[in-house]
């Protein structure tokens, strides 16, 4: 069993920075592929970004390649989501995962484990 705790949302205007985290406990950390996730009321939770166990190997949805990057420190147990050049459709709950099996993925249905996630709110 594994368990994630996000943090590091908040408010931020436009144009602006944010670095969120997602610690993790419980599991073999280097085991895991990590995913971020994020989901507005009333919409399907939509993929963000993924990193390898290793954190050799990254993918990211369309609209975030060249704001958002992945990372990981498997000596913390962390993945962590620099978010730069925020706009405000990127405001959102975001969540991080983590999936135990073979490949990356960004079907949600993938990922086995899930945070309570963390609210990122861009202003214009």
């Known amino acids: 069993q594994v368990q994630l705790a996000e943090s590091g949302g908040g408010l931020v205007q436009a144009g602006g920075s944010l670095r969120l985290s997602c610690a993790a406990s419980?599991?073999?950390?280097?085991?895991?592929?990590m995913g971020w996730f994020r989901q507005n009321p009333g919409k399907e939770r939509e993929f963000v970004a993924v990193?390898?166990?290793?954190?050799?190997?990254?993918f990211y949805r369309d609209s975030v390649k060249g704001r958002f990057t992945i990372s990981r420190d498997n000596a913390k147990a962390t993945v962590y989501l620099q978010m730069n050049s925020l706009k405000p459709e990127d405001t959102a709950v975001y969540y991080c995962?983590?999936?135990?099996?073979?490949?990356?993925?960004?079907?949600?249905?993938?990922?086995?484990?899930w945070g309570q996630g963390t609210q990122v709110t861009v202003s214009s």
């Open positions: 995962a983590a999936r135990g099996g073979v490949g990356l993925y960004f079907q949600r249905n993938k990922y086995d484990y």
């Open positions: 990193i390898s166990g290793s954190g050799d190997s990254t």
């Open positions: 419980g599991g073999s950390f280097t085991s895991y592929k």
